[in-house]
């Protein structure tokens, strides 16, 4: 318990303590540096247009802006497609073999030449002067080799989950806090910019881009800061067992990154090695640690007098459940919540059995289709 208890409440508030004593790093806004827009995509190429026009409405100067949109070789859709729709306005190349997100990001930016490289999805949409933010940031702060920016949920307060939410809202705080300490180990990845330096390619497969880039560059050497005033706007909103399967995805993820780049549990390899333990792999060790202190607890009660009060346990159960039975409404919504959290803590397990199989392909399949080149 007292693990969880450093990992989830002293070790955050602690580094958000800390980090206050640190001068806020500087975001000027610029526009003349050589920047590449990365946008990989399997998505219709309608959808693409809109997001390419939206990139370049940026306040950023498009005589120094190169766009490339990556299509995956795994997508439904051909090249052609793309070129037809936004011909003039940004470049199309296709993602190398098998496919997947990391191999078109791959494709991307190797036909990229700018000194700087922006990385987008293909829905959240860019707010005003997000490029010159990203890119000022680290032309202002030349230790940083990736900035990462914000994700805004375009959500109204009625439509926010209360549990992600607040998770949400904490993820932010911890970030701002690890950035001015050192580094964030996690990028958002609908918004980051890299130095094109940086840049090493993806293996194939790679699930968590966003993980894989930033850590690469702290690995290396640099380090990865927060722009929180270079935000990207999402609009979409995600049920709750989608958000589920967003989690299972992550955690497969770093799973899948800790295999591939063992050095990072090394703390004398690993500049971040403490926020990498506590903000990300005891995601994975909680359900486990829980359960640990949860058959203690009952070892100890079975040994002691105490146990034989056991059955006490059950009252506040019974207590919510004939309150959900009679019709409250608020009983029933904090029912609703507390599942939804236990739900959560079963993520790490879906992740672990994936891990285990070799199970990396996480994304929905589509069929693949021949793509003239």
Known sequence: MSVLIVGWVIYPLACIVIARRHSVLS?????????????????????????????????????????????????????????????????????????????????????????????????????????????????????????????????????????????????????????????ICAVTGAIYAIRREYWQSLPAGAICDDLFVPMHIILTGGRVGFCESARALDARIFSRPQEFQRKVRTLTGMLQFVMARPEVLLPWRNPVWAQFVFHKLLRIATPFLAAIFAGGVSVGLYSSDVFAFWPLAFVPFALLLLLAAIGSSRTQKIIRDTGWVLLLLCAPLVAIWRALRGKWDVWTPQLHSPDPR
């Open 27 to 183: 975001a000027p806004s610029v526009a003349g540096q050589s920047v590449a827009i990365v946008l990989a995509t399997r998505e219709a190429p309608e959808l693409v247009a809109r997001q390419v026009d939206s990139l370049l409405s940026q306040e950023y100067p498009q005589g120094h802006l190169d766009l490339i949109v990556a299509v995956d070789a795994r997508s439904t859709h051909l090249t052609r497609d793309y070129q037809t729709l936004i011909a003039g306005r940004a470049r199309v190349v296709l993602g190398d073999e098998p496919g997947g997100k990391a191999c078109a990001l791959n494709a991307g930016v190797r036909s990229a030449a700018a000194d700087y490289v922006v990385f987008a999805d293909s829905q959240p949409r860019f707010l005003d002067q997000s490029i010159a933010r990203l890119v000022g940031f680290l032309h202002a702060n030349p230790q940083f080799g990736g900035v990462s920016g914000a994700l805004v949920l375009n959500e109204l307060p009625h439509q926010r989950d209360p549990v992600l939410g607040r998770v949400w809202d904490y993820e932010l705080a911890v970030r701002r806090a690890h950035a001015n300490l050192h580094s």
